[in-house]
Each structure stands twice: as C-alpha cells, then as structure tokens.
C-alpha cells in the first residue's frame, strides 16, 4: 500500500535536509577562505588607532567622491587621543584653506577601496543606542579593515 502524500513529503524532507547540509558546507568552506586569505584588523572607537584610521581614511580619494559618506569637522567625537587636532594638520592638496578641518569620512556600512594596488574592505558599524547610552558621551563604533 503506496501512500504518495507520505512518499512526496519524505522526498521534501530529504531534498530540504540536503539543501540545508549543502548551504552549512558551502558557509564553513567560505569562512575558511577567508580566515586564510584575508587579514582583518578590528579597531574599537575608543582606541587612538580608531582616529588615526579615520583620519587617513579621510584623505583618501575614494570618500572625496562616494555617495555614502560621514561628513566631520574633528574627531573629537572618539574621544581623546594624542594625536594632533585636524587643525593642526597641512591643508590637503586641492582643498581651500578655509575648508582645512572638514573630512570626509566612512558612512556605517561596507566600503571597498584600493590602496597601492590592493583591495581593503572597510566595515563601519555602530553599536546599538543602549551600548553607546553606557559610553557615555563617546560615539562607541568599530572599524574593521580586511586586505
């Protein structure tokens, strides 16, 4: 006694199981990949290479002229560092004297930019509104590099 309801949904059950094993093997072996061909460098906002990271980053081309970007006048906002104010700093080629502290910075999300022939992704990501009320004043973010 054949009951094709029963056969027909064993048959889903299998092909789905198969498909789910499929999709864990193929996440595993990318994670894999990755661990083995990327470095990432993972920086915390409340570092002082938080700032100097941004800092160059905000001198590279690629933000002078992205759709996505966070647009600051000081760093001040990650809190203290011994690095020199932007104001400090000599004017960038190009830029007007009167626009020497503004920079363009990483939006929060996903970047890619070159730099001497490699590819770097920049992940910019915010901590949740209840991590940074714990801070304090100090915008809590992470910035994390691959190459």
Do not use: C
């Amino acid at each position: 006694h054949n009951n094709q309801f029963a056969s027909g949904g064993l048959a889903l059950m299998a092909v789905g199981a198969a498909a789910a094993l499929a999709k864990r093997g193929w996440d595993l072996g990318l994670e894999l990949l990755q661990r083995r061909l990327f470095v990432t460098m993972e920086v915390d906002s409340r570092d002082d290479a938080y700032r100097w990271l941004m800092h160059w980053l905000s001198r590279h081309d690629a933000f002078a002229s992205s759709p996505r970007v966070s647009v600051s006048t000081s760093l001040a906002a990650f809190g203290s560092s011994t690095q020199r104010p932007i104001d400090a700093l000599p004017p960038q080629p190009g830029v007007g004297a009167g626009a020497r502290g503004v920079m363009f910075l990483p939006a929060p999300g996903d970047h890619v930019v070159s730099f001497r022939g490699r590819w770097l992704w920049v992940s910019r990501a915010r901590a949740p509104p209840q991590a940074q009320a714990q801070a304090g004043r100090v915008a809590v973010e992470t910035l994390t590099v691959r190459v």
